[in-house]
């Protein structure tokens, strides 16, 4: 699941107070939600900028704005994010690991490899002799095609029973994104939440909210 951030920006009570006071809560809930997700773009555009590329760039395409609407309460919320879903190809699925960061992780078993990363693809391995004399007589080191990061293959150490993964540090990617886009953020809600009203407005049969 995708790490995400909801745009709450503060001076908009009155308007939300407004939009309360629109017959259907559905009718406010569907118009505020459009709004909030243009509202969001320069979030999101923010997240985009900021994601690391990586071997595949799919963490970068997994970037999206997502809504929600909740129909009984006339309310609506927008959340950037990096979604990870059967259906986008679990694009985002690794965002949890950038954005909060990891302990120290180990495999469970032996190997580490990317063989079976339906997003990396099958690779070769090579093996290659370290060297024909002095301490590494007779070791070997394996190597991949395409080299990594594109594919990984690593072997425990002698006597061990799991290969380290190290760790990797929080990056905080969505929360960044967020507060950097923030002052286009208030300006755009407001642009467009006001639009929004009017819409409401006139499909619930209104002039004007008083």
């Not at 990096?82 to 180990?106: P, W, Y």
């Not at 063989?115 to 301490?135: A, E, M, S």
């Not at 395409?146 to 990797?168: C, E, I, N, R």
């Amino acid at each position: 699941m995708g790490s995400w951030v909801m745009a709450h920006i503060v001076g908009l009570g009155n308007m939300k107070a407004q939009f309360d006071k629109v017959a259907d809560p559905k009718v406010a809930s569907l118009h505020m939600g459009a709004a909030l997700r243009k509202a969001a773009k320069p979030a999101l555009d923010a997240l985009k900028a900021i994601t690391p590329k990586g071997p595949t760039g799919n963490l970068r395409k997994s970037s999206m704005i997502t809504v929600r609407n909740y129909w009984n309460q006339g309310n609506a919320a927008a959340f950037i994010e990096h979604k990870s879903s059967k259906r986008l190809g679990k694009r985002g699925r690794h965002s949890s690991i950038l954005e909060h960061g990891t302990r120290q992780r180990f495999t469970k078993g032996r190997i580490a490899s990317s063989y079976n990363d339906k997003t990396l693809g099958p690779f070769d391995i090579i093996q290659k002799r370290v060297t024909k004399r002095g301490k590494f007589k007779g070791k070997f080191r394996f190597t991949t095609r395409p080299k990594y990061p594109k594919a990984f293959f690593k072997v425990a150490a002698k006597g061990k029973d799991q290969v380290s993964l190290g760790t990797a540090p929080a990056l905080h990617l969505v929360s960044r994104a967020y507060s950097k886009a923030l002052p286009q953020l208030q300006t755009e809600m407001v642009k467009e939440l006001t639009k929004a009203l009017a819409k409401a407005i006139a499909q619930a049969g209104l002039t004007e909210v008083t």
